[in-house]
């Protein structure tokens, strides 16, 4: 048989079986002419008796001498299309899958179904089956991955040991600042109001923070609860803050005032004589009287701010970027510092809280005046007193702008109200008399220092 011929039929068999729509007759005709070129072959190679090299063949002998090979069709039987269709239909209906199936061209089904992104073709029920449970394997393995392990929320006080304390520890945070997150929690926990995350709501949060009159523990509170929810988002806890929608609590800051020569002469007094606080608590405010500094300043003060040689105070600045700054260490603040025993590094071993507090032994709350007016009073002093330029006072207290210093921390009229107001004096005389009663109150702590 040629080989050309041979390679051709092939080929149109081969395309006639995947063509739904070929029919019998197509077949039988091809297999016809594989039986004709089988008997020239038989011919041509002397062999009028050869057996069948072909299956399912009858042989007719013609006149000719030659035999008629006519192959009978095949018996595989060819379903069509709306057929494979069907069953296709009846299997995605056992498989509980929706889905939609239709005819395609060049003899493809198109298979399509809202679970998959890109539709399954295929020529028979079985290649679409076979497609369609391996789709319906890798979108089970991604969702398996996709699936996160369920979170436990904890409580409040729990994530806030667990991980926002450890978190902002890490940032660097001082100490001083830990001390204040531990009474806000301690006092949220008092109240009964710790709670798992999830559970906090916006109407409750601000229920709680309005059920105390004081503004600026709401405020404090308010912030510190803000910050602990944020953190809660980011750790996966909560989807949104519940503080986000609360107004902003509003503070309105009171202005400090100057102690009195009077005021100060008084304190020191009673400072010196109560025998509650140690050498070292009564140490911690005379250093802040006499350096101006802020409460949470000198509580971070250790040794190795305290240059002796070079006579030098470094001052750890808490309010803003420039309020890091240098001090003279005057005779007096070396005297002071060297009266005391440092431990671990550290002058004063008191908290904010703690700071406030005893100075509350001192001078009740019904007498005016709080801690912080100890650094007012520093600042009027070096302006109106000792007549320092206000740019240098303005860098010894760490201000960010001189205006603050001459607006907030300058009070002529509150240091001796008398002799302020006396119009038969002159700036000169007035000067002189408040140096005097300066000196008094520099006597009075030369003595406690000995």
């Not at 440092?342 to 032994?361: E, L, V």
Request: aromatic share 10%.
């Amino acid at each position: 048989m040629d080989y050309i011929i041979e390679q051709r039929l092939i080929n149109i068999e081969n395309l006639a079986r995947h063509q739904q729509d070929v029919s019998q007759e197509i077949l039988r005709c091809v297999q016809r002419i594989y039986g004709y070129c089988a008997g020239m072959e038989a011919v041509a190679s002397d062999y009028p008796h050869s057996q069948d090299v072909y299956k399912n063949t009858s042989t007719t002998y013609l006149g000719n001498g030659f035999k008629e090979i006519v192959s009978e069709p095949t018996t595989t039987y060819v379903k069509s299309v709306e057929e494979i269709i069907e069953e296709v239909k009846q299997m995605i209906i056992e498989l509980k899958i929706k889905g939609s199936v239709r005819e395609h061209r060049g003899g493809l089904l198109k298979f399509t179904s809202t679970m998959f992104d890109k539709p399954i073709y295929g020529r028979s029920k079985e290649e679409i089956e076979k497609k369609l449970k391996e789709r319906l394997k890798q979108l089970k393995n991604k969702s398996q991955k996709g699936n996160k392990p369920k979170i436990v929320v904890p409580l409040l006080s729990e994530f806030y040991r667990k991980e926002y304390l450890p978190y902002k520890v890490s940032d660097g945070i001082a100490e001083n600042t830990i001390d204040g997150y531990e009474n806000n929690i301690r006092f949220i926990v008092k109240q009964k109001f710790d709670k798992p995350l999830n559970w906090y709501n916006s109407k409750e949060i601000e229920k709680f923070l309005y059920s105390f009159p004081q503004t600026r523990k709401r405020q404090i509170l308010q912030g510190f609860l803000n910050n602990m929810f944020n953190r809660a988002i980011t750790a996966d806890y909560i989807k949104s803050n519940p503080c986000g929608t609360i107004e902003k609590v509003k503070h309105k800051q009171e202005q400090g005032t100057s102690f009195s020569f009077l005021d100060q002469k008084e304190f020191l007094q009673i400072l010196f004589q109560t025998s509650e606080l140690s050498h070292e608590d009564k140490c911690y405010f005379i250093f802040v009287f006499l350096t101006g500094t802020r409460r949470e300043e000198a509580l971070l003060l250790t040794v190795n701010d305290v240059d002796f040689e070079n006579k030098v105070l470094h001052i750890p600045g808490t309010k803003t970027g420039g309020s890091d700054r240098d001090f003279p260490l005057t005779p007096l603040v070396e005297k002071l510092l060297l009266s005391m025993k440092a431990k671990k590094g550290k002058y004063f071993k008191i908290t904010d809280a703690q700071a406030d507090t005893r100075f509350r032994k001192v001078w009740k709350k019904e007498k005016g005046h709080k801690l912080h007016d100890l650094r007012h009073s520093f600042g009027t002093i070096q302006i109106c007193v000792n007549k320092i330029d206000v740019k240098t006072v303005s860098l010894l207290m760490g201000h960010s702008t001189v205006d603050t210093t001459l607006n907030r921390y300058t009070h002529p009229e509150q240091l001796d109200k008398g002799t302020f107001l006396n119009g038969g004096l002159s700036d000169d005389e007035k000067l002189i008399i408040y140096r005097q009663k300066y000196d008094e109150i520099m006597t009075l702590i030369k003595g406690f220092i000995g």
